[in-house]
C-alpha cells in the first residue's frame, strides 16, 4: 500500500493539473466566441460567392476555363492540410490526420504523386516522423487568422495548378459545429467542383454581362479560392478552441474524481495506521502487565 505522504504529494499533483485544464478551460471559452463569430459571419459570402459562380457557369456554358476544365489525365494532386499548432484538444489533430491519410491511400491509384502542404506544427511533425515530409509546412499562423496570408496561400496553389506542377487540390479543414462536434471536411479547391441543380424561376433570366462572363469568372474563381482557404482557417481555428475547451473540460472533471478517489484512499491508509499504532500500544501495554 502506498505510504500517506506519497498519497498526499499526488493528491497535490492533481490538485495543480487541475488548476491548468481549468485555466486552459476559461481560455479556450473566452477565444471560443470571437473565433465562432468569425467563422459562422464568413459562410454567407462563401456560400453566396459559390451559388454566384455556379449559376454564371450553367447559364453561359463556359467549361474551358483554366480553373474550370478537369484534367482527364490528372498525375498529381496536392493536399492542404489545416490542423493546430498546439495539443491537448482531444482528437482534434488525429481526425483530420487521419482523414488526409485515407484520402492518401484511396487515391494513390488514381495520381501518381500526392503532395502536402501543411499548416499547424502537429501535421507537420506527424508527417515528418514518417519520412512523408509536407512540401511546405506553415505554423503559428492561427494564433491570428489574416486574410493576407490565405490570399498568398490561395494565389500559390492557383499559379501551381494553372503552370501545370498539380492537376488537382484538395483542402482538408475542420467545420465548426458545436464546441462538442467538429467534422473534418474535404474540398476540391481546383478545378472548381460544382452541382448545377434546379434553380428558381427568377434566376433563369439572361442576363448580359459587361464585361464578358469569361472575364467575371477570371475574377471571380480565384476569388473563390482565396474565400475558401480563408473560411477554412476560421473554421480551423473555431474548431481547435471548442475541441480544447471540451477536452479540459473532461481533463478537470476527471482530475476531481482523482482527488475524491485518492482522498478516501489516503483516509483509509491513515485509518489503517491508527489503528496500527494502537494495536502495538495496547499489546505494549499488555506486554507490560505480564
Sequence with gaps: MATLRT?????????NTRQITKAM???????LRRAQEGAEN?????????????GLVSRVEIKDHPLLKPRPEAKTAEVALITSDRGLCGGYNAN??????????EN?????KIELSVIGKKAGDYFKRRK????????????????????????????????????????????FKSALVQKPTMVRLLPFEFEPGEEPEAARIDYIYEPSAREILSVLLPRQVRTQVYRAMLEAVASEHGARMTAMDSASSNASDMIDRLTLQF???????ITKELMEIIGGAEALKG
Excluded: C, H, W
Design 108 to 112: 494513390a491509384g488514381r495520381y501518381e
Design 96 to 105: 483530420l490526420i487521419r482523414t488526409a491519410e485515407a484520402f492518401i491511400k
Design 132 to 175: 512523408r515530409a509536407a512540401r511546405k509546412t506553415t505554423v503559428n499562423l492561427l494564433r491570428a487568422v489574416s486574410f493576407d496570408f490565405a490570399r498568398k496561400a490561395a494565389d500559390e496553389l492557383t499559379e501551381r495548378y494553372i503552370a501545370g506542377e498539380v492537376d488537382a487540390v484538395f483542402l482538408i479543414y475542420a467545420t
Design 42 to 54: 464568413s459562410r454567407p459570402y462563401a456560400e453566396a460567392l459559390s451559388a454566384t459562380i455556379t
Design 267 to 273: 483516509n483509509r491508509a491513515r485509518q489503517a495506521t
Design 25 to 31: 478551460y476559461m481560455v479556450s471559452a473566452a477565444k
Design 7 to 15: 498519497i498526499r504529494k499526488r493528491i497535490a499533483s492533481v490538485k
